[in-house]
Nanobody, 115 residues
């Protein structure tokens, strides 16, 4: 079945960096309506970064200037580069794709920022 597969999460110290990847398997897509979200226990899932149809990338204020969303249609993959990580960035991160009236979600990847 077509699915978004995430990778790149892990444990990192404050101030460190991680790069999350999200690849669509089983279907060729155009990554023009995509986003990254995160969720911690007891909280609602929140938007981290989103881009739609070539418009300016929308970043949460909490990550602006530190995180960068990018896409690569040739690789069928979207990325989230996370720099200057803080403990409050700890969460499960989910990639999202809207494609032909269906919203796809990655399985989630844990990012833990701790010394």
């Amino acid at each position: 079945q077509a699915q978004l597969v995430e990778s790149g999460g892990g444990l990192v110290q404050p101030g460190g960096s991680l790069r999350l990847s999200c690849t669509m398997r089983g279907m060729i897509v155009t990554l023009d309506d995509v986003g990254w979200y995160r969720q911690v226990p007891g909280s609602e899932r929140e938007l981290v970064a989103r881009i739609r149809y070539g418009q300016t990338i929308d970043y949460a204020d909490s990550v602006k200037g530190r995180f960068t969303l990018s896409t690569d249609d040739d690789e069928n993959t979207m990325y989230l580069q996370m720099n200057s990580l803080k403990s409050e960035d700890t969460a499960v991160y989910y990639c999202n794709l809207n494609w032909r009236r269906v919203r796809y979600w990655g399985q989630g990847t844990q990012v833990t920022v701790s010394s």
